[in-house]
């Protein structure tokens, strides 16, 4: 197998891009990144986009999104997995770069969600849910993760205001990220004080709806100097993939991740890494209780652990284990095809030393961690600089 | 890159299933692949749909039907890229195991198309041309191919008469295939009877709305002895992909499938192979034209030759180059996630001689072509038995 470099991160600034369609918002991410990688071509686009059907009314878009950027001809290929499509895209990719198949790729996630209303959009993400046994009865994200967080709390003592520590953490972190859809500062009473959406996650305990793009080129790694020069690269070391039940009536302990701890093992195995080796993750905050969940999922902490490092400042900005930098889904947004691509662009950024005021000083090992629905489906990447 | 086999192939019986789910027909196929491979585990699997959001709302199928047959846990990711969905879910696989990620892949195409009334499946099916410059002026597909064959028969001379024949053939082949959706004999002059869909395109110039699924099973071939002994094994030669413009507007020869000449030029140079070494085919008769363009492009007729031949029986069984014994999308039915899959199919079949009645005799390098929307996107992937 090749080993695999990052060599082009593209950025761009996430909100209610009321303005722009979804391939005008793409065609920006995919640019930035090609012109960072300083390519004009690449031999394979892939594209991690939910649900452009029920968004947009547009299927198709790998091929579309190559055209829009005049590349027609070139292979391009559409991944899914609902709200873990990115990081699915950047695994499609890299497999194809590590086999031999492609040299360059260019790996793109993007969701436009702000198109239509906020029913037909609850709507949309509702079909990451299992249908016949969730979604036919009227159950919605917040509703399950509610569910989720109800069970930690029972198991753990988990607590309303240590979740609320993920919110006000992340938007601190999100200040200092300029592509952030939310630059403000939330307190923990903050987040106590806000409308309770499903018992016990109140509003700034969710992740928005949000319109954006990512991108990231790959290559192979001993290609990358070619294109780069001496400067460190980014090394794709380990990659794992996994499901659960996407229903929770199926699941055995809803205190767990089962998906991410799977896609964890696989990815440390790959990289032959431990917990304590990780500089600095992303992972999947769409709800607070899925941060700290995921952290415990991951190995950071014990299960039951997660909530009080956040409450004590264990994953902020200068402390043990830096969490979300980028300002997460809670701060940065969850347009959420283009999450998990956004996650790798920052990570990157982390460990070429170039994440700007929200750099984790020394960061050389980082992790990344995207989820489909409730946890249907679950990503995780690890990435060194060399 | 480690090559590649198929070791196992499912498929069902296509049509309207109204009494069975996505997931119920999807299991049906996924089962029988893994029953005739010999094996209950796999390391990935992967699901070619083009658009379940929109034909039965429900997205994530990934986690949702690795569940559905008792794998929940393993890593599985979805593929779409319109009517070529089915490929490119192949072609993901066949990147993992290339790769070595991956050691058994279930690859697998599904589409349930009938839950949703007419109208909205040419909704749902439109969204796979270019919204803003085909979709919202009021252009369904058969209009696209419409005016596709329109400058074919413009440049080349192709008539209708030859447009039914393929019709003919592919329905005479359809009767030789027990899971096809339509037995039924139809000639030329049925076809040119029938009612006019798109000037010059009839209604049995069409592929129907089917529900159907279709699965294989890959493996290493060094490995793949393992599961099957001694027989004959059918091994991945070449794997090529392409894009166009999807709008039909940005053509420069709307007489030409120019993703299908790159994809098949890629497949032919990575499996060594030229035309003239192909026996048997199974290419994307969404409409006749398709297919006669289709055998140009794939260079086994000149420009303006596929008609022609097709009216002079060049590619029915036991003539020169067989095109679409399965019965094709026209007679077997047009999934249109699945088509790709059954596709892999039928020729890897037909390489182990266990076609039935619809057997190409002595046939030892097959290939398939699939294609997206009116040719925004194609794929060609060479299969040899060895």
Redesign the interface.
């Known amino acids: ?2 080993e695999v470099a990052i060599i082009g991160v593209g950025m761009i600034d996430w909100g209610e891009l009321w303005g722009k ?1 979804l391939r005008e918002i793409w065609a920006e991410a995919a640019l930035a990144a090609l012109d960072d990688a300083g390519i004009d071509r690449v031999d ?1 686009i892939t594209v991690g986009c ?5 968004f ?9 999104l ?2 829009e950027i005049g ?12 709200c873990a499509s990115g990081s ?1 895209a950047f ?2 990719g890299f ?2 770069v ?4 492609s040299d360059l790729v260019l790996v793109t996630g993007v969701e436009k969600m702000t198109d239509v209303d906020g029913a037909d959009a609850t709507y ?1 993400l509702g ?6 046994l969730e ?1 036919f009865h009227g159950i919605t994200f917040p509703g399950l993760y509610a569910m989720m967080a109800r069970v930690h709390m029972a198991h753990h003592g988990t607590t309303s205001r240590q979740l609320a520590a993920v919110a006000a953490k992340n938007h601190a972190n999100g200040l200092l990220n300029p592509h952030a859809q939310y630059h403000m500062r939330v307190s923990i009473d903050d987040v106590l004080g806000s409308t309770m959406v499903a018992d016990p996650l109140h509003l700034l305990d969710c992740s928005p709806i949000t319109d954006g793009a990512a991108a990231v080129v790959l290559a192979p790694l001993d290609k990358a100097k070619d294109h780069v020069g001496n400067r460190t690269v980014v090394k794709v070391a380990g ?9 929770l009536a ?1 699941r055995e302990d809803l205190a767990r991740l ?2 991410v701890e ?1 896609a964890a093992e ?1 990815a440390y195995v790959m990289a032959g890494r431990r917990p304590s080796d990780i500089h600095v993750a992303e992972v999947h905050d769409c709800f607070t209780i899925a941060e700290i969940m995921a952290t415990e999922a991951l190995g950071f902490f014990e299960p039951g652990e997660g909530g009080p490092a956040a409450e004590r400042g264990l994953t902020a900005l200068g402390d043990r284990l830096p969490i979300n930098p980028s300002g997460g889904l809670k701060s940065k947004g969850h347009p959420v095809g283009a999450t998990g691509v956004a996650q790798i662009a920052e990570i990157t950024l982390q460990l070429l030393g170039k994440a700007g005021q929200r750099q984790v000083e020394g960061a050389r090992v980082g992790l990344t961690q995207n989820m ?2 409730s946890g ?2 679950s990503t995780v990447h690890i990435l060194e600089a060399v």
């Open positions: 197998m090749r369609s394979l939910m649900s452009p059907g029920l947009v009314g547009q299927e198709h878009l790998a091929s579309l190559a055209d590349m027609a001809g070139v292979a391009s290929t559409r991944v899914e997995s609902a699915l695994r499609a497999a194809e590590a086999a031999g198949l949309a079909t990451a849910a299992d249908q016949e979604g990659s794992g993939l996994a499901t659960d039940t996407i229903a199926n089962r998906a799977l696989r489909g629905g249907g489906s």
